[in-house]
């Protein structure tokens, strides 16, 4: 009888943890669904833009071709050899799922599989985090963390459908690894560490961010050797790992050899030697007295730490290694960026995060990962520090760059998964108001459980009050004392369940309003009240690709060169894979140079059209004029001596668009093609910015005499350019612009110029 | 049956593909064009002429074939050609001939053979009229105008009637222009045209010899855009298990109108409200659509385009960006329809569908058209009959959803030039759709389903376990 309620049960809670599976799935994909209904099933922003365009390509051409992809249509004329510059984790993945589907019968549009490729994941990363915290804790906190992780807006952020970013395949294997990292760490099994290396390798494979994986379990292995928690289990799944995964990630064109060059790798190499040594320290250790293995330890340690260091020195200097990117010093040093590399700097995800951040994107899991992180401290197992490890380097990151919120936010949830399902393991538990309605005298077995465990550990604020609820409880059982147990109990634990329903509600509410918008598509409303979206990106995109020549090269801030790329189909001459800063700097500087001086340069680069994003009519504020100034501080870094960012700014030091902006300002070409027409949407005369509320007249602008309005979208957003073809008669493109005016406006007077006379060559 | 009653006007769809099928040799010149009218209507974008002509056969032996001649470039983008005989009030037979007859002083010459379903006696006259469609020698005069000035367009057209017979009294005429008149040519100066209130007389032209050659261009202000379609695709999908027919429908668009002068200025754009004004320009179109139609959608090569409204069984669509003359634009349309409204059985398993050839925007020539129609898997094609006479019909299979064994029946026609006119016209397909296909299908995906799950369960109690 017993035998079979005890089956029973267990099939219960197999069926309620499948169904509780199932829901967090399906809230997960669900909650980043909104962009789909609330517009379309559209890519959002940039990157997802080329990693899109990427696809398609990989969809109608053979793998190896994808490999050895040179993609001629955008840095022109440098080209780019993208199937060796990017991480084809993301792209493989979708190309396997569209051809599995097409072989089920069930030929969806790549584009549908891209644009729900990341709330898919998302389900998987719930479920390799519920597996994760399953080794942490137990499957009550897994499943939690699975709860969090689904919906969290930090990792929401970069995995809504559309946002077809290397993110939304990455945070899902960063999971998997580190949960078969665990597994093998706790068992040794070289099978899991075979996995993890192996999803580590999927890792690199997708995403530049695998760094992290390679220093963050040396880092565990390092610090558990360093609190003499080393184990042959430790070696055995380290090693497997360490092997396997390097080679494997070499296999990846753009990784290459980094990771036996670069230092970013150099901490697990490191490690794996250190691993060695300890091994064959821990053998000898085993075979020899104490007293001679200190002195062979000390020796050995001394020595280990001088080849080492010097020999990196050496490498370094040398110049074997490769040394430290850009992107590493600026995590460090929050202005190295700004200074030596503007570009980083003007990344808005590279800009560090604001403290209103992290509760927006983790709402009360922010206060309660301390609390989780603390009550691990308290335990203190080998898998236990390395949440702690990853929590204290995350935090410190996810201050540096807004974007490496998203490595926190699984560790967060972890964390606080971790800490509540302690607090639900007391008060929740209400097994004996049960035991003792039913069976007075007989105590029920967790109790004796809970308060021995209470007891043995360290004292701590919660475990004080578990053990004495728990020994209040099982001392007397007077019916006072049972009342009072239930109603604190059920009031924390109904605290607790507000805070988890608050929590639900928050991370709806931010994923519908903040990280629901494609930003390619603006939401706005109709005179009467009915939605309607603003479209003028695709708009011009679309101008682009049905009515200019196919060869058409486009110059626009590297913002939209993926867009562009994805969208109009265009060849673009700088694009959001910044990595010719020099190539940059030269649209950077036509941007900001007199419009004699940026057409010849232009012209020299073959472009035909000049896009630039206005915001003035509408009062979108990231339009291309509020980021002129990286344009010219980037430019400025390569001609310090045509381009001085001093003087883009008023009089008075400001950065202004008015008649008190500075001429050099008034005269670029970006203002120009900004304002063109401008103020004849007012009364002709001038012409008011919503963005920048201010007035700009007829006379700030000038005239435009080298370029010509080729297209301006619905709401002035996109405005397009077409470089005026040279004059036949070989006159300057002013002078003619000048003279027809003065025809049309019917000026008779002639002007009879002295002829410049010197001698052409 | 629906097919005879639907069949009795016999409209010939012209192609330069289908030629090919007469000897070489001139036609004998045994008719006289007693007389000649040709009226050109340029109110729509292409011109429709219309001819009465009334003949004598001045043989010595009865004659039913009479060859109509057009010049090559017309006869290229000639679209739907209907003969007729008033008198008798039926339509007749008349097919294009391929011999294109090269003359020295002209361009080339094309015929169309006019059989008449009786011989007509020597010395006796007939009247015959001819309709036809076309979208050649149509420009914008200037080429470029700047916006807001009126759009002026030029016909340039041949003047006499070019005809293989003698022709003993020519008239012709333009109609349904605004400000026509003639523009002097360089072989003729003399402008001999005259304009009767909103009609461009010309003629009457006595005793006109056989290929007399000699060109007119008409100018006339049109305040509208010329839209083609350079592609269509129509896709239609038939769903037994759904009940419904599922139109899709791709075009690729260009304004054939003036272009812009200075490059497109937004600014004055709005200034002048010229979305609210008619100009050479197209702001939006109108797709006639089915009754009672539902699920719309319309999107293009980057996603979803939110403009536009459904009135009834009318789709007002406004494109991304105002089509000027030149720009080009495509985009795809789809709508829902209930099977039933399309649908005809004859209860044994055997089913015939009427579908309209187009429903697109009026006013519209249409350069290519592909119309494909998808069956369900495993239906059978007995029958594929037109109202146009279709050119090329091809027959393959498609996977679509769920299609795990040949595939949807695919079938496709392609047609050259059309016009909207061609809305009237239906395409009536006769296949055969069994019960135990339709059934089939839904078995087939439950196999499968099962399949999978048999060997997940199977795979499931295979024991990776090292320890024992």
């Not at chain 1, 019916?479 to 009031?491: A, D, H, Q, Y």
């Not at chain 1, 093609?673 to 007829?698: A, M």
């Not at chain 2, 209507?41 to 003949?55: A, Q």
């Not at chain 2, 799950?453 to 024992?468: E, G, H």
Request: proline share 4%.
């Amino acid at each position: 009888m017993k035998a079979e309620v005890h089956t029973a049960l267990c099939w219960a809670r197999v069926l309620f943890k499948t169904i509780i599976i199932i829901s967090i799935f399906g809230a997960a994909i669900s909650s980043r669904l909104f962009s789909v209904i609330r517009f379309e099933s559209i890519i959002h922003e940039f990157d997802p833009w080329f990693n899109f365009r990427a696809t398609k390509y990989l969809v109608s051409h053979s793998f190896y071709e994808f490999l050895n992809w040179f993609d001629d249509r955008t840095w022109y004329p440098l080209g780019r050899v993208t199937g060796g510059t990017l991480y084809p984790g993301l792209m493989t993945t979708s190309a396997v799922i569209w051809h599995g589907l097409r072989n089920i019968g069930l030929p969806v549009d790549i584009r549908n599989v891209c644009v729900l490729f990341a709330p898919a994941f998302a389900g998987f990363t719930a479920l390799a985090t519920y597996e994760f915290t399953r080794e942490i804790k137990d499957a009550n906190a897994g499943l939690l963390a699975a709860g969090f992780m689904a919906i969290v807006p930090g990792y929401i952020s970069r995995s809504v459908a559309g946002s077809y970013d290397n993110e939304a395949i990455a945070i899902t294997l960063l999971m998997l690894t580190f949960m078969f990292w665990i597994k093998a760490m706790k068992t040794g099994s070289i099978l899991h560490s075979t996995f993890a290396a192996l999803f580590y390798f999927y890792m690199v494979s997708a995403w530049g961010g695998y760094v992290f994986i390679t220093n963050l379990i040396p880092l565990h292995v390092f610090i558990l050797i360093l609190m003499g928690r080393y184990h042959s289990r430790l070696y055995s799944a380290y090693t497997t790992w360490y092997t396997i995964g390097t080679i494997a990630s070499m296999q990846i064109p753009f990784v290459g050899f980094l990771p036996i060059r670069s230092n970013d790798h150099m901490a697990a190499l490191g490690v794996f030697g250190l691993v060695q040594l300890v091994g064959l320290g821990n053998y000898i250790k085993g075979n020899v007295s104490s007293k001679r293995f200190k002195v062979v330890l000390i020796l050995s340690l001394v020595v280990i730490i001088v080849v080492g260091v010097s020999g990196l020195f050496a490498i370094t200097f040398l110049g074997y290694i490769a040394p430290w990117t850009g992107r590493f010093y600026s995590l460090w040093d929050t202005n190295y960026a700004k200074i030596h590399i503007p570009i980083i700097a003007s990344v808005s995800e590279h800009q560090p995060t604001a403290w209103p951040a992290f509760f927006f994107d983790n709402q009360f899991l922010i206060w309660l990962f301390p609390a989780g992180v603390f009550l691990l401290f308290l335990d203190l197992k080998d898998e236990h520090v390395f949440v702690i490890t990853y929590s204290v380097l995350c935090s410190y990151f996810a201050g540096v760059m807004v974007r490496l919120m998203l490595t926190l936010t699984p560790i967060i949830c972890v964390s606080a998964a971790y800490a509540l399902s302690k607090l639900f393991d007391v008060y929740l538990d209400f097994s004996e108001l049960w035991s003792t309605t039913g069976a007075a005298d007989v105590l029920t077995p967790s109790d004796p459980q809970a308060a021995g465990t209470a007891e043995k550990r360290p004292p701590s604020k919660i475990s004080a009050n578990v053990s004495a609820a728990a020994t209040s409880s099982s001392s007397s059982s007077s019916s006072r004392n049972g009342f009072l147990m239930v109603i604190t109990k059920l009031l924390v634990s109904g605290t607790f369940l507000f805070y988890l329903w608050l929590f639900v509600y928050h991370c709806t509410w931010v994923t519908s309003t903040a990280y629901s918008s494609p930003s390619v598509v603006l939401p706005s409303r109709n005179p009467d009240g009915s939605p309607a979206v603003i479209d003028d990106f695709r708009e011009a995109y679309y101008w682009l690709r049905m009515n200019t020549d196919e060869d058409a090269k486009i110059a626009s801030w590297w913002d939209y060169g993926y867009q562009i790329g994805g969208m109009a189909d265009r060849t673009t001459l700088v694009d959001n894979n910044t990595w010719n800063n020099t190539h940059i700097a030269i649209v950077g500087k036509a941007m900001a140079t007199s419009q004699d001086k940026a057409y010849h340069l232009l012209r020299a680069h073959d472009v035909d059209y000049v896009l630039v994003i206005f915001g003035g009519v509408l009062g979108f504020s990231g339009d291309d004029l509020n980021k002129f100034l990286w344009m010219v501080r980037i430019s400025e870094g390569i001609w310090p001596d045509e381009i001085k960012e001093r003087e883009y700014f008023s009089a008075a030091g400001d950065y202004r668009m008015d008649a008190s902006a500075s001429s050099t300002m008034k005269n670029s070409l970006m203002y120009k093609l900004s304002y063109y027409r401008f103020p004849e949407l007012f009364d002709g005369q001038q012409g008011f910015d919503r963005v920048r509320s201010q007035t700009i007249t007829v006379d700030d602008i000038g005239t435009l005499d080298y370029f010509e309005e080729a297209f301006t979208s619905e709401n002035w957003m996109v405005r397009i350019f077409k470089l005026k073809s040279p004059d036949h008669l070989g006159r300057n493109l002013h002078d003619v612009a000048k003279l027809n005016m003065e025809q049309s406006l019917g000026v008779k007077k002639r002007l009879v110029k002295k002829p410049v006379l010197d001698l052409r060559v | 049956m629906i097919f005879f009653q639907l069949i009795a006007t016999v409209i010939l769809l012209l192609s330069p593909l289908s030629c090919g099928l007469l000897s070489s040799a001139t036609p004998k010149a045994n008719w006289e064009n007693v007389e000649f009218k040709r009226i050109v209507n340029v109110l729509k974008s292409y011109p429709h002429e219309s001819l009465e002509l009334v003949i004598k056969n001045i043989g010595s032996t009865p004659e039913s074939h009479y060859y109509f001649t057009l010049p090559e470039k017309v006869f290229k983008k000639a679209s739907i050609f209907s003969a007729s005989l008033p008198d008798h009030n039926i339509y007749v037979d008349s097919s294009p001939d391929a011999e294109s007859t090269v003359r020295e002083d002209s361009e080339d010459i094309r015929y169309i053979l006019v059989q008449f379903p009786f011989e007509v006696a020597p010395d006796q006259e007939i009247r015959l009229n001819i309709n036809f469609m076309h979208n050649a020698g149509l420009k914008p005069y200037p080429e470029h105008i700047q916006l807001g000035t009126p759009q002026n367009l030029l016909l340039n057209t041949n003047k006499l009637p070019h005809s293989l017979y003698r022709t003993l009294k020519y008239n012709l005429e333009f109609v349904g222009g605004q400000g026509l008149s003639e523009v002097p040519t360089f072989q003729d100066s003399s402008s001999d045209g005259q304009l009767d209130g909103e009609v461009l007389k010309f003629g009457p032209i006595l005793n006109i010899e056989p290929f007399t050659q000699s060109n007119v261009s008409v100018t006339y202000v049109r305040e509208a855009p010329s839209v083609r379609v350079i592609n269509l695709n129509r896709n239609i999908w038939i769903s037994h298990w759904a009940n419904t027919i599922q139109f899709d429908e791709y075009y690729e668009v260009t304004n054939d109108a003036a272009k812009l002068k200075d490059g497109f200025s937004r600014a004055e754009f709005m200034k002048g409200q010229y979305a609210l004004k008619p100009g050479s320009y197209l702001i939006g179109f109108e797709m006639m659509l089915p009754e009672e139609s539902t699920d719309h959608y319309y999107t293009d090569l980057v996603g979803m385009v939110s403009t536009y409204k459904i009135i009834s069984n009318h789709m007002f669509l406004k494109p991304r960006y105002p089509l000027f003359g030149g720009w080009f634009y495509n985009f795809t349309i789809g709508w829902t329809n209930e099977l039933s409204q399309f649908l005809h059985t004859d209860g044994a398993e055997q089913y015939i569908a009427s579908i309209p050839i187009l429903n697109g925007p009026l006013d519209t020539f249409y350069d290519h058209a592909n119309i494909s129609i998808y069956l369900p898997e495993g239906a059978e094609i007995l029958d594929l009959k037109s109202t146009l006479p279709i050119s090329n019909v091809n027959g393959s299979t498609e996977h679509s959803f769920f299609d795990l064994s040949s595939g949807h029946v695919k079938v496709t026609v392609e047609i050259n030039n059309l016009v909207d006119n061609a809305q009237k016209a239906q395409l009536f397909i006769k296949y055969k759709y069994s019960k135990y296909m339709m059934y089939r299908k839904p078995i087939n995906i439950a196999a499968y389903i099962f399949v999978a799950l048999m060997s997940f369960f199977f795979l499931k109690q295979i024991n990776f376990r090292i320890d024992p």
